[in-house]
């Protein structure tokens, strides 16, 4: 096999700008050709002409280098402003689609629907993202006016102070958002029927005092589903977001504690123990006095989510009093005086 | 003098990226006349300056694009050849960068004075 020059530039060819691939081969052609003379007279040998292609690189790179603005998909100028679209997007698509799939889990119950939910939830991201990166190459490659030039910058504008601020754990305000549309579809099947319902839509017990509190539970969902999206968002705990924080979960557990009597005086008005201590000395109860039983859990269930709530709550305190009692910070610089 | 393994490498990445800083104007100031990129790198390399092909042609397309050159094909000995001359804003440009460079070795020379001096 031979041809190696002409191969070579074929190879190049295909990697280079199609507008001006003509000229940059007979360019190039021309120069390898004249450094083989250079070296001598007559036909160069097999190595010398392998050598000095070696020493000009692989097709791709010396093609890589007729791009003045690069190879990439999205550059430098745009990438900080992709990144920051990407995830409104995504949060955007992953809250909206969950909200959906707690709806429609809530009207329709069976574990095939929820499970295909599930998935047309995550393959939506994929799709979504692409879009983005779709948009943001067409601007780059079409409208490279529309990368943002170096603004005016002023100092005054810089965004407020954020070094003694936590950053938000996007696994837990994740796993609050998916736990909260969860309770959303369960208490959209309560108002819709009445009836908590299992697997299948068959009727499992009532809950009168659900129904009876479902707005406030049903608020109380919603707006820590909104808090969560706006932690995600933010990216960083501020004072304003620890005390929006504090007062919601003051709110859910007034909520929950009224729950939680609802429960108890139910049960006392059934004449019924709140414990389920009841089971041990009535193997048969679960089964003779279901609806007995799902009110004893439920009471549980409140009971563990205020002692939970309130020590998420006892903790937000601490930090907002840890911050507010910080060093003082110098006004102008934003250095912290123990450390001047 | 390059002790560990990191360094070479360390060093091989600063002495290009100070080369090819220095491209741009080495080959601006041989453009002054009518020349094809073989005869210019030819040309510095015979005053010790090493630059391959796959680094000068898209320079010199660069400057080109950038208004500081302006180039023809002549045909000779049968081989077409692309000619490359600096054009007025190219002169303008070269002289700006000259004394640029001059003030830069200046300041250098002064810099590294300071390293040569016994410890």
Same mark, same amino acid.
């Given at each position: ?40 007279? !007559? ?76 998935? !047309? ?79 299948? !839509? ?139 | ?119």
């Amino acid at each position: 096999m031979n041809h190696l020059i002409e191969r070579y530039l074929q190879a190049i060819s295909r990697e280079l700008p199609a507008n001006q691939q003509e000229d940059i081969l007979k360019e190039l052609r021309s120069s390898l050709y004249d450094t083989l003379e250079g070296e001598g007279d !007559g036909e160069p040998t097999e190595e010398r002409v392998v050598a000095l292609i070696k020493e000009m690189g692989s097709p791709r790179q010396v093609a890589a280098a007729y791009y003045p603005a690069g190879q990439y998909v999205i550059g430098p100028a745009l990438y900080p402003m992709f990144i920051t679209v990407l995830k409104i997007v995504l949060v955007t698509i992953l809250s909206v689609q969950a909200l959906l799939v707690g709806l429609s889990f809530g009207v329709a119950v069976t574990t095939r629907s929820l499970i295909q939910e599930l998935f !047309g939830l995550l393959g939506a991201l994929p799709a979504a993202a692409g879009w983005v990166v779709l948009i943001f190459w067409a601007i780059q490659r079409f409208e490279p006016k529309a990368i943002p030039e170096e603004e005016i910058f002023d100092p005054r504008k810089l965004p407020a102070l954020e070094s003694y601020n936590e950053p938000v754990s996007r696994f837990e305000q994740i796993f609050s958002i998916v736990v909260n549309v969860i309770a959303l579809a369960f208490l959209w099947n309560f108002a819709q029927s009445g009836v908590l319902t299992g697997i299948e !839509g068959l009727a499992f017990f009532q809950n009168p005092v659900i129904v009876q509190f479902f707005p406030w539970l049903f608020a109380s969902s919603v707006l820590d589903i909104v808090i969560d999206i706006v932690l995600l968002w933010r990216g960083r705990w501020e004072t304003r977001t620890r005390v929006a924080g504090i007062l919601f979960n003051l709110f859910s557990l007034v909520v929950l504690f009224v729950m939680f009597e609802g429960h108890s005086a139910w049960l006392r008005a059934e004449g019924i123990s709140e414990s389920l201590v009841i089971w041990t000395q009535d193997p048969e109860f679960f089964f003779t006095n279901a609806q007995a039983t799902g009110m004893i859990l439920f009471r549980m269930g409140f009971a563990i989510a205020i002692l939970i709530i309130g020590v998420e709550t006892a903790v937000y305190t601490y930090k907002l009093i840890r911050r507010r009692m910080n060093a003082p910070i110098s006004p102008v610089t934003g250095l912290v005086s123990a450390h001047r | 003098m390059i002790e560990n393994s990191a360094q070479p490498e360390a060093y091989d990445k600063i002495a290009l990226e100070l080369r090819r800083g220095v491209l741009i104007l080495a080959a601006l100031s041989q453009l002054k006349e009518n020349k094809y990129g073989y005869a210019l790198i030819s040309q510095l390399a015979e005053n010790g300056l090493d630059i391959d092909q796959g680094t000068l042609y898209p320079l010199l397309r660069r400057l080109e694009s950038q208004g500081l050159l302006d180039s023809n094909w002549i045909v000779e000995d049968s081989r077409p050849r692309r000619y490359y001359v600096l054009n007025a804003t190219g002169k303008q440009v070269l002289d700006a960068l000259v004394q640029e460079w001059r003030t830069l070795t200046n300041v250098m020379e002064t810099l590294l004075k300071e390293t040569e001096q016994p410890r």
